[in-house]
């Protein structure tokens, strides 16, 4: 007689990590974004950031040559930092509304990653407060020729030949809506927390501010339409002189001035 066997159910699998190239390389960019915002470049050691990562410490050599590589990556991270080309800005034969949208996506769009965007911010700082010369590279690389993008789009659609003072300051006022959205997200959730809650609402906010950019850009069209005021007129309402005005004299003055009969 055959003894008789129990069955058992079979093992449940261990639930391992990928280890594949995107999210090994993703889970290093995530957890060095942390470490690097929190404790800053100096104060950060690869060892901590493998271990946060649950990778291999040869990988950050692997994917990023070396801790400065691996620094660069997480601070140009497009999850959390993306970019603008300027040909995304600049296209004579695309209106700018479509080089505004384009723009403005680029500072909504992080938003939607949630907590990398907050640590992103939060690298800037303190890049800006402990210089490795990364930020700089990204104005010098990235900022600069969008803004250069978005001043020759802007002249395009105003009928400038070149762009002045305005036109920059046009320019910059522009993309600082979208700063704005970024810088002060904690006090957007704290004020109307549903502009910000979802990727819906983010997506309402972007064609929100490419409207505000166009009012911002028709009100410099009205502006430079507006008659300028001729030289006579501004010496007319020019500042009063501040002498003291010639007062009559006094009736006791007048009395002292006169001459007694004899």
């Known amino acids: 007689m055959t003894p008789a066997t129990t069955r ?17 390389r993703n889970r290093l ?12 470049y100096a104060k950060t050691s690869t060892r901590e950031i493998a271990l946060a990562a649950q990778i291999n410490i040869a990988s950050i050599s692997y994917y990023f040559g070396d801790k400065a590589g691996l620094y660069k990556a997480v601070f140009t991270d497009p999850r959390s930092n993306p970019s603008v080309s300027p040909d995304q ?61 978005l001043v020759v789009a802007l002249c395009r659609h105003l009928g400038l030949a070149a762009p002045d003072d ?8 522009i993309a600082g809506l979208g700063v704005m959205l970024q810088v002060c997200t904690d006090v957007t959730a704290s004020v109307r927390p549903g502009l910000i809650a979802s990727h819906a609402a983010l997506d ?10 166009m009012a911002l850009t028709d009100a410099e069209a009205v502006r430079r339409a507006l008659p300028i005021r001729p030289a006579a007129a501004k010496k007319a309402t020019a500042t009063p002189s501040k002498r003291p005005p010639i007062l009559a004299p006094s009736p006791a003055r007048r009395s002292r001035h006169k001459t007694t009969p004899t």
């Open 166 to 173: 305005d036109i920059h300051r046009l320019a910059l006022s």
């Open 204 to 213: 309402v906010y972007c064609e929100r501010l490419v409207g505000y950019a």
């Open 89 to 149: 800005i600049d296209d004579a034969n695309r209106p700018l509304e479509w080089a505004l949208g384009n723009l403005m996506r680029s500072f909504v769009e992080p938003l939607k990653q949630g907590h990398l965007v907050q640590q992103c911010m939060k690298l800037h700082l303190r890049e800006m407060l402990e210089p490795t010369g990364v930020w700089q590279e990204e104005v010098d690389c990235s900022i600069k020729p969008a803004h250069q993008a």
């Open 29 to 40: 960019l995530d957890a060095a974004l942390a470490l690097f915002a929190e404790k800053g």
């Open 8 to 24: 058992s159910d079979p093992p449940t699998p261990v639930k391992t990590l990928r280890s594949d190239g995107i999210e090994a």
